[in-house]
């Protein structure tokens, strides 16, 4: 089994920062990618930032500039450095990750976390 914990949600101010993290954990043999997603109340889930075990990255333009992301491959963990955060920007962020596990064969697997809540309000 897999899991993927996110942290570091939270209720902010416009123009402040947040970092969310998410550490995967299980039967893991490689992580492919880690991405960030989000949804908002009565809109569809977003692609917000990627990252692959390399190091390559994707935003979406509505956060280049302002969101990073970065991930440690030997913790398995995705953080996103989220600053000058917009009411626009308040979403239930989810962790996606593409793993690789090893059980009589090679598999890759899409996992997701359990999101954690961000609020941008004044």
């Known amino acids: 089994q897999v899991q993927l914990v996110e942290s570091g949600g939270g209720l902010v101010q416009p123009g402040e920062s947040l970092r969310l993290s998410c550490a995967a954990s299980g039967s893991i043999f490689s992580i492919n990618a880690m991405d960030w997603y989000r949804q908002a109340p009565g809109k569809q889930r977003e692609l917000v930032a990627g990252i692959t075990s390399g190091g390559s990255t994707i935003y979406a333009d509505s956060v280049k500039g302002r969101f990073t992301i970065s991930n440690d491959n030997a913790k398995n963990t995705v953080y996103l450095q989220m600053n000058s955060l917009k009411p626009e920007d308040t979403a239930v962020y989810y962790c996606?990750?593409?793993?690789?596990?090893?059980?009589?064969?090679?598999?890759?697997?899409?996992?997701w976390g359990q999101g954690t809540q961000v609020t941008v309000s004044s």
């Open positions: 996606k990750a593409e793993i690789v596990v090893f059980t009589i064969t090679f598999r890759n697997y899409d996992y």
